[in-house]
């Protein structure tokens, strides 16, 4: 086996194991990571000219923020909610225009975005976090 192989089978068994044990809190924070290192990766794609490698990574953002948008609850969570889930349109409407026109500055507004996102999510008090039995 070599080497890049085994790389990767480490890597898949290492983030299925944090999948299994994280809270439903540190599996948003992990979907957000996704979404940016995917952006990131469509990026060097882009700046490569791999248009197959960019546009396969640009989906794989954009099914991340279509998980983080399902997660919400727009009832309990109003206007605040409603907010995310338009911000998440965006980012999405914004991730497939940069794939259409192989535009950077596209993706690197989604990228700053969701890292505003996060650094809010990051910041929620260890109190509030959810529990597995909600």
């Known amino acids: 086996m070599n080497a890049s192989v085994a790389m990767k089978q480490y890597r898949q068994n290492h983030i299925q194991g944090g999948v299994e044990t994280a809270s439903p809190h540190r599996l948003v924070q992990m979907l957000m990571e996704g979404a940016l ?3 990131l990766a469509a990026k060097g794609f882009m700046a490569v000219n791999d248009v197959a490698k960019k546009g396969e990574h640009i989906s ?6 279509d998980s983080l948008r399902s ?3 727009v009832e309990a969570g109003g206007e605040f909610a409603q907010n995310l889930t338009s911000l998440y349109n965006y980012m999405e ?3 497939l225009q940069a794939n259409i026109k192989n535009d950077p500055k596209l993706l690197d507004e989604v990228g700053k975005l969701m890292i ?3 650094s809010g999510w990051d910041t929620i008090p260890q109190e509030h976090h959810f529990t597995s039995s909600e």
């Open 60 to 65: 794989w953002a954009i099914s991340i923020i």
């Open 37 to 39: 290192e995917k952006i």
């Open 71 to 73: 997660c919400l609850n």
């Open 93 to 95: 409407q914004q991730l």
């Open 116 to 118: 505003q996102v996060k």
